[in-house]
Each structure stands twice: as C-alpha cells, then as structure tokens.
C-alpha cells in the first residue's frame, strides 16, 4: 500500500478566505488526481495532473503536482459555502488502481 | 453516457447475518470495477478490484468477498457480517481520466 498523507485533516475558514490543502507521500506516482465528497455521496473527480511541476486551475481552485511527482497541493482561493466538503488525493501508476490519501475535511462558514 | 447504480442506500445488519451489495455500471463495456470501504470523514481503503468476468483481486483480508458474474454487474458479499464491518461502501468504476463512483452504501452492523 502506498500511503498519502493529507494536511490538515480539518479546516474551518471564513467565506472569502484563501486556503492550502497538502498531499504528501514518499513514493512516486505517474499521476495524481483531486476529488470533492459531499456527505453521503460517493467522491467527485475534480482533475487529474499527469507531469511533475504541472498546475492547473478550475475557476477558484489551483492544483500543482510536485516536480518530483511525490506530492501535490489544492490552493481555494476566495473559499465559498459550496466549497465545503472532503477532499481527497489519489496516486496512481501504470496499474489499475489509485491509492488515496487521509483527506481534508472543509468547513466553508459564510 | 455511462452510469453507475449502487443500492441499497442504506442498510442495517445484524451481526452473523450476510450481505450482498450490488453494482452495476451502464453506457461502457468491460469497465474495470471497484469496491471501497470509508470510514467517517476520512480516505478510502480499496477492498477489491476486477479487470473482466470472474476476476477478482483482492486489496486486503477480510470478511468479504466479491464477485462479478456479469461483465457490468460486481457485488460485494459476506456470510457472517461483523460489527467492524459497518463503514460507507463505494462502488466505483475507471475510466481513462478517474473514478466514477457510486452513491454509496451505508451499512451499520448491530
């Protein structure tokens, strides 16, 4: 099993307030995907980054894979109520299967 | 477009009875298919994945089983539930950019 670790586990912010979610792991992945869960339901795939150094940006959100492809960072910038909910890391390879983090669990208070 | 169906919703078992969750998947062919399990709030642990009919690997040993007797249809089994075995179950199935999941399985084993 390769583990991910996600920093925090829990955050609680203010609406309009900017935030960083941190996926850490000491193996390398060939590529790293985002996911949303909101209670009850099953995970949403937010973007799937593939090259190391790589950023890409859905709206108000900033993803980044790390050069060396071992970690990768979740920025929110301007955080609204529809923001909240579990965020989840997920590490592949050449396999079938994604390996996924702790999770980050987002409280957006308005 | 392809859809994934998971019931029941939400399930409570005694322990020692069996379960059986199903999954089907619709709008793909020979999908590679997964059962995860969720603790509250935190990542998922991948319980057991098929490429094809009658194949079945499993991630981790446990209670359960699996089975996919029907190219889009995996189901997930026990004879004797435990009380460890309450959790959030989540079918999901690959597609060459991620996961599509289910809408879960609550299950609480009394």
């Known amino acids: 099993t390769q583990l991910l670790e996600q920093s925090p586990q829990f955050l609680s912010i203010q609406e309009g307030e900017n935030l960083t979610v941190y996926c850490n792991s000491s193996?390398?992945?060939?590529?790293l995907q985002w996911y949303r869960q909101e209670p009850g339901e099953g995970p949403v795939l937010l973007v799937t980054v593939v090259t190391g150094g790589e950023v890409k940006k859905l709206k108000r959100l900033t993803f980044q894979f790390g050069d060396a492809r071992k970690d990768s960072s979740l920025h929110i910038t301007a955080a609204q109520p529809g923001d909240t909910g579990l965020y989840l890391c997920?590490?592949?390879?050449?396999?079938?299967?994604?390996?996924f983090g702790t999770g980050t669990s987002l409280t957006v208070i308005p | 477009s392809q859809t994934i169906h998971q019931w029941p919703a939400t399930l409570v078992q005694p322990v020692g009875s069996p379960l059986s969750l199903e999954c089907t998947v619709e709008g793909t062919s020979n999908p590679n298919l997964y059962w995860y399990r969720q603790a509250a709030g935190r990542g998922l642990q991948l319980l057991f994945y098929s490429v094809g009919i009658g194949q079945i690997s499993s991630e981790v040993p446990q209670n359960l089983s699996a089975s996919r007797p029907q190219d889009r249809q995996f189901i997930l089994s026990s004879k004797k539930l435990l009380l460890s075995d309450s959790g959030f179950y989540l079918c999901?199935?690959?597609?060459?950019?991620?996961?599509?999941f289910g809408s879960g399985t609550r299950l609480t084993v009394v």
């Open positions: 997920a590490g592949g390879n050449t396999g079938n299967q994604f390996y």
């Open positions: 193996s390398v992945f060939s590529s």
């Open positions: 999901a199935w690959m597609s060459g950019i991620g996961y599509t």
